[in-house]
């Protein structure tokens, strides 16, 4: 069964919000801070201190899952802690129980060499699936 919403399970993670950079922003995307105080999506892969932060549904204006932000808009993330869950966006083929990492482009992908994000929970088919997250 689909989940319709990203944060399935929040163990403590705070609900920001932040103006995002000069691109659309999906829900579930792997976001990163910018110099600026701007949130966007996460560019680096294998990120070594990739922060847990995904974007959230706007629910408030309405809008769900499918329902990208436009450019330079306010988002609402979430600062994930260790134990919650999220419903995020896969960069390829990834099998339940693999730890995931930043793919560079605010998708998850299988560990190789980064640091650990999550363990995965519901297998993703390829790219731009919908993949259920643990944070560790």
């Known amino acids: 069964m689909a989940k319709n919403t990203i944060l399935?399970?929040?163990?403590?993670?705070?609900?920001?919000?932040?103006?995002?950079?000069a691109v659309t922003i999906t829900p579930g995307a792997l976001l990163e801070l910018t110099s600026g105080g701007l949130v966007q999506a996460n560019?680096?892969?294998?990120?070594?201190?990739?922060?847990?932060?995904?974007?959230l549904e706007d629910s408030l204006?309405?809008?769900?899952?499918?329902?990208?932000?436009?450019?330079s808009v306010i988002v609402k993330y979430a600062t994930g802690k260790a134990g919650a869950r999220i419903n995020a966006i896969a960069g390829?083929?990834?099998?339940?129980?693999?730890?995931?990492?930043?793919?560079?482009?605010?998708?998850?992908?299988?560990?190789?060499?980064g640091k650990p994000i999550g363990i995965c929970y519901t297998a993703a088919a390829g790219?731009?699936?919908?993949?259920e997250i643990e944070l560790i």
Not at 43 to 55: C, E, H, K, L, N
Not at 61 to 71: E, L, S, T
């Open 8 to 21: 399935l399970r929040d163990a403590g993670s705070e609900i920001q919000e932040k103006t995002s950079t």
């Open 43 to 55: 560019s680096t892969a294998q990120d070594a201190i990739a922060a847990p932060f995904f974007a």
């Open 61 to 71: 204006q309405g809008n769900d899952i499918d329902d990208v932000y436009a450019v």
């Open 92 to 113: 390829a083929a990834v099998a339940v129980g693999a730890a995931v990492e930043s793919a560079g482009n605010d998708k998850l992908i299988t560990r190789t060499t």
């Open 127 to 131: 790219d731009n699936a919908r993949l």
